[in-house]
């Protein structure tokens, strides 16, 4: 499969990630009466993710986060000579995505991105408050759960079928987890696709966003793969 074509699928992977999971929330997480809440964000993301991994798993590998591409190159999954070009993908997709949703919900009356628009945060943007050592360390821990979990699951021993409703539901975890805590991450492209329409101190925190799942996604494959992984 050629280079362009499995770009072409991360950057629509990621915009059904985008789409499906922040869309989620800006849209459905507190409507009146009828509201999805945290646990059916946690829902969407999961169901996005692992809806992918079986549409374009087989053409990309599904990675649609730069920190599940960053932790396969670090954990020899993945051609480091081919990175670059699947994060610009990832981020491109995402940027649509969260494009896209500005368009539809600006078409309520009373709309203000500013508000949120589905941003990770922390300190006082954090949905309750945590700090940013905390986001930290959240981010960086749940990161490399996700990496190992990835790692695991599509181990070439392991029940490659089921690999999509493994890592599915480990994102739907992840985000039950922090979503009180950053609103949930672990995906770069995620946390810039809506920061850029939130337009100020959720690109001001972006970078956090940006470093921790990396550090965590280089962190979970490398101890899987030195420690975990039966090569045999």
């Not at 629509?12 to 929330?25: M, P, R």
């Not at 950053?182 to 337009?199: D, E, H």
Request: charged letters at 10%; proline letters at 3%; one cysteine or more.
């Amino acid at each position: 499969m050629s280079l362009t074509k499995r770009c072409s699928a991360e950057f629509f992977g990621t915009f059904w990630l985008v789409f499906g999971g922040c869309g989620s929330a800006i849209f459905a997480a507190a409507f009146p009466e009828l509201g999805i809440g945290f646990m059916g964000v946690a829902l969407a993301f999961g169901l996005t993710l692992l809806t992918m991994c079986y549409a374009i798993g087989h053409i990309s590998g599904c990675h649609i986060n730069p920190a599940v591409t960053f932790g396969l190159v670090a954990g020899g999954r993945f051609p480091g000579r081919e990175l670059v070009p699947y994060v610009i993908a990832q981020v491109l997709g995402g940027i649509a995505a969260g494009a896209v949703l500005y368009l539809i919900a600006s078409g309520k009356m009373g709309f203000d991105a500013s508000s949120g628009f589905a941003s990770n945060g922390y300190g006082e943007h954090s949905p309750d408050h945590y700090s940013l050592m905390a986001a930290l360390i959240a981010e960086v821990v749940l990161t490399a759960f996700f990496l190992l979990i990835i790692m695991g699951a599509t181990h070439k021993r392991g029940h490659a079928g089921l690999a999509g409703v493994a890592i599915g539901l480990s994102l739907t975890l992840i985000h039950l987890i922090s979503i009180p805590i950053t609103n949930t991450s672990v995906n770069p492209a995620r946390s810039t696709a809506v920061a850029l329409f939130q337009g100020s101190w959720a690109v001001e925190q972006l970078w956090l966003f940006w470093l921790a799942p990396i550090v965590g996604g280089i962190i979970g494959a490398v101890t899987y793969r030195a420690l975990l992984a039966n090569e045999d």
